[in-house]
């Protein structure tokens, strides 16, 4: 059975893990021929509400995923509104809407081909995210899915932002790729997430330093999870 570490972490306060995470995520980017995406902008590092899921081998540590919680300040544009915001400049508009809540986007999902399969990057690091973004008490979230993180964002309980683009849908990051605008108006109201999202979420917002084994499509691995950020998550 594998044993991976999922980590959580201001980006600005663990600059070494940040470039790991970059370095993963663009070696991925790089097998679909993608680079140039706004993940790849290490903007975010230096981000005081930008945080950090790094996904590591309990063995040696290297990185094999992560993702990231970036909260919307009016000092970084979210991702979604640099990416949509090239062909549907009404996604400024759509992120403002939700001011008076604190709205962030779950961003920079990767996951390496050796762990691949085992549901870290569909299932577990999404459902993590949205655990973070609650004890961090950010209320909307947004997400940019892929074709294959559909149905992961539906089962989390996020909805597709029709407003935008075509129905929610639009060529990126490439003209012959699909990305989908999705949007979880309230995280406090997980009720749309499947039972088994709900029940994790509900305990790790009681016990964010935990160790399960998960079951994913090509078997079990072991997680050691700590999204408590020692200090900052209260």
């Known amino acids: 059975m594998i044993s991976v570490v999922f980590r959580a972490f201001r980006a600005i306060d663990d600059p070494e893990s940040c470039a790991r995470f ?21 903007l975010w590092v230096n981000h005081k509400n930008t945080y ?19 909260i919307a300040d009016g000092e970084l544009m979210l991702p979604i509104e640099d990416a949509v915001g090239k062909v549907d400049k009404k996604i400024h508009e759509v992120v403002k809407m ?13 996951n390496s081909k050796e762990v691949a ?11 993590a995210t949205v655990a973070l973004a609650r004890m961090m008490k950010v209320k909307t979230l947004f997400a940019l899915c892929a074709p294959a993180t559909v149905r992961m964002g539906h089962n989390m309980g996020f909805v597709i932002e029709k407003s ?5 849908f639009f060529n990126y990051p490439k003209l ?3 990305a989908t605008a999705m949007v979880m108006e309230d ?26 084994i998960e079951k994913g499509p090509k078997g079990e691995v072991r997680v050691y999870y700590d999204l408590s950020m020692g200090t900052l998550v209260k």
């Open 22 to 42: 970059i370095e993963g995520h663009r070696k991925v980017l790089e097998v679909f021929g993608i680079t140039m995406i706004t993940s790849n902008k290490a």
């Open 52 to 70: 950090v899921i790094l996904v590591e081998s309990k063995e040696d540590h290297r990185p094999l995923g992560g993702v990231r919680l970036q």
């Open 98 to 110: 939700r001011d008076s809540n604190v709205t962030g986007e779950m961003c920079g999902l990767w």
């Open 117 to 127: 399969g085992f549901g870290i990057g569909s299932t577990f690091l999404s459902r």
């Open 164 to 168: 935008l683009g075509n129905n929610g």
């Open 176 to 178: 012959d790729l699909v």
């Open 187 to 212: 995280t406090e109201d997980i009720s749309r997430a499947t039972q088994d999202n709900q029940a994790f979420i509900i305990d790790f917002m009681k016990n964010p330093i935990q160790t399960r």
